[in-house]
């Protein structure tokens, strides 16, 4: 893959970044893409191995409940397909007086980008709950539900599924200083 001559600066990955793969597998993937990129922020999904330290090997940065802050927001993530948002974690976003990028695995419930066959939704009700608590929430980056490909907006947050890399979706999303969100969904196998 040839290297963009202005690339993004951070890249956001939303979890299922092997597809059951092993920690080589995981290094391997994480470690292409700093290459190619910025700062790499990386929560896992249903689709990784369980997270153990000692066997990742890569620069780039795990925000599952590590808020990381930035210029003007702080990211911090929720892995898995079902975020574990207790009152630890709901603790730490208190703290958090800037504005908040969420990258979450599962997207929040009943969105446009939680939609399953037959019209259901099966996304994260706690995503949603934060969402709704946490006013200084602007921008949700999610996955996990592979047939929703959307960038929407929901009382002033923005929230983006891109869909899944295996079928070559990703999204670029633009974020200015006053919080505003643009972004397109692409994917690789698209002609240029």
């Known amino acids: ?14 979890g299922d970044i092997t597809n059951f793969g092993s920690y080589e ?5 994480l470690n292409r893409i700093t290459q190619d ?18 066997n990742i090997s890569t620069s780039a940065i795990f925000v599952e409940s ?18 574990n948002i207790n009152s630890k974690l709901l603790k730490k976003m208190k703290k958090i007086d800037e504005k908040i990028c969420l990258l979450t695995h599962a997207p ?12 259901r939704h099966a ?12 006013q200084n929430i602007f921008l949700i980056v999610s996955g996990h539900i592979h047939d929703s490909p959307t960038i929407s907006v929901i009382d002033n ?18 974020i200015r200083e006053d919080f ?11 002609r240029r």
Not at 180 to 190: M, R
């Open 180 to 190: 505003s969100v643009e972004g397109q969904i692409h994917n690789i196998h698209e």
């Open 1 to 14: 893959m040839k290297k963009s001559p202005n690339p993004p600066e951070i890249c956001l990955i939303a």
């Open 37 to 54: 990129f910025g700062d790499t922020f990386f929560i896992l999904g249903n689709c990784d191995p369980y997270f153990d330290l000692e």
């Open 108 to 119: 929040p419930y009943g969105t446009r980008a939680d939609i399953v066959s037959f019209d």
């Open 123 to 134: 996304g994260s009700r706690k995503v949603k709950i934060a969402m709704e608590k946490f």
């Open 66 to 83: 590590n808020p990381w802050k930035l210029d003007f927001f702080t990211i911090i993530g929720f892995g898995d397909h079902i975020p």
């Open 157 to 174: 947050c923005t929230i983006v599924n891109p869909g899944p890399i295996t079928r070559g979706n990703y999204a670029v999303i633009t």
């Open 25 to 29: 597998d995981l290094n391997y993937v």
